[in-house]
């Protein structure tokens, strides 16, 4: 194989040939410290995808944030933002990302970025040419480059000025990292005991994130009681929570009856019909009315029936952030006039019984002469147009006294001044199987009534109904 002149096969010297399989040697050796062994070798990059919370940040910060964006941790430990989801919080926007971590495993054969394990709770710096932002991992895994965005529908109750609540609409939508995280679905307007403030109830779907069992708005949990901020540039809402899922604003109607007193000017103003608005919204409208004297000329007590537009974020209907029941007091209001009256009867506009006119008698015991002579038949009381009580008959007698002698007699004797009035009188009753009221309080023998007849109150006791 090897001639006299010491070639190989004749042709190549062997000392070449000894080199050249030394270099091929070395350059193997080489590859395979770089590359890694294929027998098992520590050397193959390893992933672990992380959530990383960056708590609030500038917007200017918060725009930058993308991804793609790359940071290099030392010799073969690098950090690739793959997802982003950015919230409102306060004057800041809150940011979390979704970050993959690409590192060989340590001497332990286990997975380490930057000398440490990806645990929770560990702090971890994105710092680019544009930008630095840290910190916290709330979430690690061994899949998923995306972060676990979910869509949940909340009913949120807050307050808007007069001019805020003019440019909320139906389709409005925040807009944060190239995502819409809030979009409005539906909202009802009611008004407030300031005149430029409005309640706002609307419904709206949002882009959650979730790691656990319950999704969060940005740092939100989406639970009752809570506070989400919706900030569309046109205006700015923070609202509770009323109700998580269930779609749709739960608007419904609820028909009350309110018991209330007002002045007499505001009470003829007071028709059917009448409704209450809100930027253009009607919220509530008029049914029926009944008002009654009061012996003051210049009040009235009225009852209302009332349709509510009301919504029901769980159990019972709420009107204006109070619930409609027995009881509550609920406001109404036009350019005209406005009251506030108490909830006497629900899922009902009129009194209870049928409404229908009775003869009744009266009696005015001991009357001045001057109330006694001013009572006549004829007389009415008169509402808006409507007779609520006549006096058919009135008879006026002397007044009996009872008088003791000197001697210890008891005389029976008339008085000298005082008089004893009978009325016959024609009243606006209901009745029903629990008996009659008039101007709704029940009336029976023995109770005292009050007719207005505008010139003169009368005070008397039923004697017969």
């Known amino acids: ?31 395979s410290l770089v590359l890694g062994t294929g027998d098992g070798g520590t050397s193959e990059t390893e992933v672990r995808y992380a959530t990383v919370d960056l708590g609030p940040q500038p917007s200017y910060v918060a725009n930058l ?25 306060g004057n800041h926007e809150r940011v979390l990302a979704r970050v993959k971590l690409e590192s060989p495993p340590n001497e332990e ?36 480059s995306t972060l676990n965005l979910v869509e949940r529908t909340v009913l949120l109750e807050g307050t808007l000025s007069m ?12 807009v944060r990292g190239n995502e819409t995280i809030a979009s409005v679905e539906s909202f009802q307007l009611y008004g407030t005991e300031n005149p430029n403030e409005r309640r706002v109830i609307v419904a709206v779907d949002l882009l959650a994130h979730q790691d656990d069992d319950r999704p969060q708005f940005g740092s939100t949990p989406l639970r009752l009681g ?58 509530a409208t008029v049914q029926s009315v009944d008002a009654y004297g009061t012996g003051n000329p210049e009040r009235r007590l009225v009852y209302v029936g009332v349709t509510y537009v009301t919504y029901e974020p769980r159990a019972q209907p709420q009107f204006a952030g109070t619930v409609v029941r027995e009881g509550a007091h609920l406001p109404f209001r036009t350019d005209e006039y406005e009251f506030e009256g108490r909830v006497v009867r ?56 009872v008088l003791t002698s000197d001697d210890g007699n008891v005389y029976l004797r008339e008085h000298p001044v005082e008089k004893d009035v009978e009325i016959t009188a024609e009243l606006q009753v209901r009745e029903s199987i629990n008996g009659v009221t008039y101007k709704g309080e029940p009336i029976r023998p023995g109770d005292t009534i009050l007719i207005d007849l505008g010139t003169v109150t009368v005070r008397a006791t039923v004697t017969s109904l």
């Open 346 to 401: 629900e899922n009902a506009l009129e009194q209870r019984g049928e409404e229908t006119t009775r003869t009744v008698t009266l009696e005015i015991e001991n009357a001045q002469p001057d109330l006694a002579g001013s009572l006549e038949a004829g007389m009415a009381e008169r509402i808006n147009g409507e007779t609520i009580a006549s006096l058919s008959n009135v008879t006026v007698e002397p007044a009996d006294v």
């Open 65 to 89: 944030v993308e991804s793609g964006d790359l940071v290099e941790y030392g010799e073969a430990n690098n950090l690739t933002v793959t997802d982003v989801y950015v919230t409102d919080e």
């Open 226 to 283: 809570e506070s989400v901020e919706l900030n569309t540039g046109e205006y700015s809402l923070s609202g509770s929570i009323l109700r998580v899922g269930g779609g749709d604003l739960p608007i419904t109607e609820r028909d009350v009856l309110l018991r209330t007193g007002m002045s007499a000017d505001d009470a003829a103003a007071l028709s059917v019909g009448d409704e209450y608005q809100v930027n253009g919204q009607t919220v």
């Open 109 to 144: 054969g286990k997975f380490a970025f930057d000398g440490e394990a990806p645990r929770v709770g560990r702090e971890l710096t994105i710092a680019t040419n544009e930008y630095r932002a840290s910190g916290r991992i709330t979430a690690v895994s061994e899949t998923d």
């Open 1 to 31: 194989m090897i001639d006299d002149e010491g070639r190989l096969f004749g042709v190549v010297n062997v000392v070449d040939v000894l080199v050249v399989l030394l270099v091929l040697a070395v350059v193997a050796g080489g590859a």
């Open 163 to 174: 001019e805020e609540a003019e440019r909320l609409s139906a389709n409005d939508s925040v």
